[in-house]
């Protein structure tokens, strides 16, 4: 993949680890970074994160190849695997650092995500909440939050809350995954 055809897509929709494990499964992500975005911290720690105090979100920037995944497919997986209808919370994670936002990287993108949000909103029993907003800023999360499944893929947390949605997804979008 050579650098003309690379793109990125920030996204916030409860634990970034979640969100990390499903993406990185599809074809054309060549990276996908946990972090921070959309506080006024900068570069906040987990734990400043976890207090709610920075205004951040857990997010994960995903780097990807658009002719081999659309920005549209990645936001059509995004609203299968988090619920985008709950203010401020995913599951039992609750506070402001949990919600539902997709930061954009230009005018494309949030035309993009209002019109997937338009296509995907019958497909939920209340309103949906994901905010649409431009990325201010990203803040990686530090390392021992990177990859975290894959390290960690035998802890209760990731058996019990991220492989359902890898399930899922990997049900939905079986076309979308890499080989």
Partial sequence: ??????????LGGGCFWCLEAVFQQLRGVHRVVSGYAG???????YQQVCSGATGHAEVVQITFDPDQISYADLLRVFFVIHDPTTLNRQGAD????YRSVIFTHDDQQAETAREIMAEVA???????????TELPA??????????YYRQHGAQPYCRMVIAPKLGKAQAQFRHLLAK
């Fill in 39 to 45: 506080g006024k911290r900068p570069n906040p720690s």
């Fill in 1 to 10: 993949m050579t650098e003309a055809k690379r793109a990125q897509a920030t």
């Fill in 122 to 132: 019958a497909d939920w029993p209340a309103p949906l909440v994901t905010e649409v």
């Fill in 138 to 147: 990203f803040y990686p999360a530090e390392p021992e939050h990177q990859d």
């Fill in 94 to 97: 609750i506070g402001t650092q």
